[in-house]
Antibody, heavy 117, light 114 residues
Framework: QVQLVQSGAEVKKPGSSVKVSCKAS????????ISWVRQAPGQGLEWMGG????????NYAQKFQGRVTITTDESTSTAYMELSSLRSEDTAVYYC??????????WGQGTLVTVSS | DIVMTQSPDSLAVSLGERATINCKSS????????????LAWYQQKPGQPPKLLIY???TRESGVPDRFSGSGSGTDFTLTISSLQAEDVAVYYC??????????FGPGTKVDIK
């Protein structure tokens, strides 16, 4: 089974950017989609975008187009999600998740990003 | 965009009793070419990431107890917990992946013990 380990919690100022990493171990990294999903405090799950490492092209939710960039580094089996122009509403736990071929099945532990002045 | 709704928002069920959660999509998630419903269910406990329970509307993920079952087709789906256990207290989300590579989640249903 794939294990996904995410980078640690971040505190950011409004207007700045954050980059969260997600390192995979066990299993094949390149062939399965990696998605990023966020969850604001007390709220539901929101898909932000995803990428299949072997293809390299990311797809983004319309809501985040222009503000989010998802990339991968196959040499280290790591995926990244960078969110720019942060505002207080971006305070959330950010998860990476890997498909089992159909839908996200393996999830990272989550990274809390707090946006505060 | 496909919008997912769930009902009820929350429910409380006695231990050993049945819990039923409904999910509705704003358009059909049944793909006619393979006759598969692109609908999944997740369980999320406090402080944990979501856990995949069911995909293709009714296929249990490996290791998921058989008290969890999914049914439905087209736009209307149901997750049933046949005999609620204490460890099933969680929020349950449906998710459509018909519009893959993008997907959307329902708002969630909280399940508690009565």
């Amino acid at each position: 089974q794939v294990q996904l380990v995410q980078s640690g919690a971040e505190v950011k100022k409004p207007g700045s950017s954050v980059k969260v990493s997600c390192k995979a171990s066990g299993g094949t990294f390149s062939s399965y989609a990696i998605s990023w999903v966020r969850q604001a405090p007390g709220q539901g799950l929101e898909w932000m975008g995803g990428i299949i490492p072997i293809f390299g092209t990311a797809n983004y939710a319309q809501k985040f187009q222009g503000r989010v960039t998802i990339t991968t580094d196959e040499s280290t089996s790591t995926a990244y999600m960078e969110l720019s122009s942060l505002r207080s509403e971006d305070t959330a736990v950010y998860y990476c998740a890997r498909d089992q071929g159909v839908v996200p099945a393996d999830w990272g532990q989550g990274t809390l990003v707090t946006v505060s002045s | 965009d496909i919008v997912m709704t769930q009902s009820p928002d929350s429910l409380a069920v006695s231990l050993g009793e049945r819990a039923t959660i409904n999910c509705k999509s704003s358009q059909s998630v049944l793909y006619s070419s393979n006759n598969k419903n692109y609908l999944a269910w997740y369980q999320q406990k406090p402080g944990q990431p979501p856990k995949l329970l069911i995909y293709w509307a009714s296929t249990r993920e490996s290791g998921v107890p058989d008290r969890f079952s999914g049914s439905g087709s087209g736009t209307d789906f149901t997750l049933t917990i046949s005999s609620l256990q204490a460890e099933d207290v969680a929020v349950y989300y449906c998710q459509q992946y018909y519009s893959t590579p993008s997907f959307t989640f329902g708002p969630g249903t909280k399940v508690d013990i009565k």
